[in-house]
């Protein structure tokens, strides 16, 4: 029997005006996997995320999380990285996450900061501004954000967009530590190399509908749907 999946979206659809952006998506998401959502750019990566974070209503349809429906017991096992949040330049990385989880009221004490400023390996630099941060430093400041709180699910939209190749390394092996630490992680790519160096599953998302889903070893296996997904890329 498969184990309960920790997402599970039943018929979900949004449209912006005449766009629709997801067709009725369902789609399972299993506990303990890496799940690369993968799709060309305008496939709707970032509604469905979106949607399954509360920040955007669906529709129709609906969707569970650990097989309930919302609430805030079930928003507190989930950290996220829509878009990097609004850190102040002036403050230092520490100082950033201080106030981040005193808005969020998520890993407030001192050392659930340190613990998280340990994971993304930015101890060294926890005093120095936040402007003389590199790109990559600042997303992995952004990923201690989204652990405050030690959630079981991290979900991650395009978390190596616009870094270069070494900060790309740097968060692709952050993403494999996390998941050996035993959370689930749910991000969109539009790299399918990416999905296949990090994920253990994967949906192939295109024009708002899922076209197909199983363990990265399994889509890939099928050789028209990797060409579909390569040729968006
Ligand atoms: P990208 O990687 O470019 O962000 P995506 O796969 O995340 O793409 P979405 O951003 O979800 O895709 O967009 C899905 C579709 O919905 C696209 O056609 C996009 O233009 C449209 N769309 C997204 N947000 C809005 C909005 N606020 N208003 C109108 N149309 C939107």
Not at 98 to 113: C, D, K, Y
Request: with cysteine; aromatic share 4%.
């Amino acid at each position: 029997m498969n184990p309960s999946p920790i997402l599970e979206l039943q018929q979900v659809s949004k449209s912006y005006g005449r766009i629709k952006a997801l067709k009725a998506i369902d789609l399972c998401i299993p506990p303990g996997s890496v799940f690369g959502i993968l799709g060309p750019n305008g496939s709707g990566k970032t509604t469905l995320l979106s949607i399954v974070l509360d920040v955007l209503a669906a529709d129709k349809g609906r969707y569970l999380w650990f097989g309930q429906e919302g609430g805030p017991e079930v928003r507190r096992k989930i950290g996220s990285l829509l878009e990097t949040p609004n850190f102040y330049h002036y403050l230092s990385g520490e100082d950033n996450l201080r106030v981040t989880s005193s808005i969020s009221g998520r890993g407030q004490s001192p050392e659930a900061i340190t613990k998280a400023l340990q994971i993304v390996k930015l101890e060294e630099r926890r005093k120095s501004r936040f402007s003389t941060y590199s790109l990559g430093m600042k997303q992995r400041l952004a990923i201690a954000a989204a652990l405050l709180g030690d959630p079981a699910v991290l979900v991650f939209d395009e978390p190596t967009n616009g870094l270069d190749p070494v900060g790309i390394a740097e968060i692709r092996e952050l993403i494999r530590q996390l998941h050996a630490a035993g959370h689930t992680i749910i991000m969109a790519s539009h790299l399918l190399d990416e999905v296949e160096k990090v994920c253990s599953h994967m949906a192939i998302l295109k024009s708002g509908q899922i076209i197909t889903t199983g363990s990265v070893e399994e889509v890939l296996a099928d050789e028209d749907i990797v060409e579909v997904s390569a040729a968006d890329n």
